[in-house]
């Protein structure tokens, strides 16, 4: 950015959660689009703005399926469009981590 004196390193930011969506093609013709739609994925959305800037945010729920424990801090945090606070654990930058969800029905 011009007259900027200094120089960032970008800030990711990741969100991780688990929930049902619909994903295919969506559309008609050659207006068709291949993309995912719930629930879920616009909770993700939400989350990643409370995620640490360089580290990684997961739901309770996703930690305890993946059996992670790299984890921690865990907290409540409010979502839009979500009624009750969605409980949280943090992952700081830092060290690489797996994060392994077991599949359904297989």
């Known amino acids: ?30 207006r068709s689009q291949y993309t995912a739609l719930g629930h879920a994925l616009n909770q993700t959305f939400r989350l990643q703005a409370h995620a640490p800037a360089g580290g990684v945010l997961a739901t309770r729920t996703t930690v305890r399926l993946a059996g992670a424990r790299c984890f921690g801090g865990p907290r409540d945090v409010c979502l839009r469009g979500v009624p009750r606070p969605v409980p949280v654990l943090s992952r700081e930058p830092g060290r690489a981590f797996r994060l392994t969800l077991p599949r359904r029905g297989g």
């Open 1 to 30: 950015v011009p007259g900027r004196s200094e120089e960032r390193d970008p800030a990711l930011r990741v969100a991780v959660h688990t929930g049902a969506c619909v994903v295919g093609c969506f559309g008609a013709g050659d």
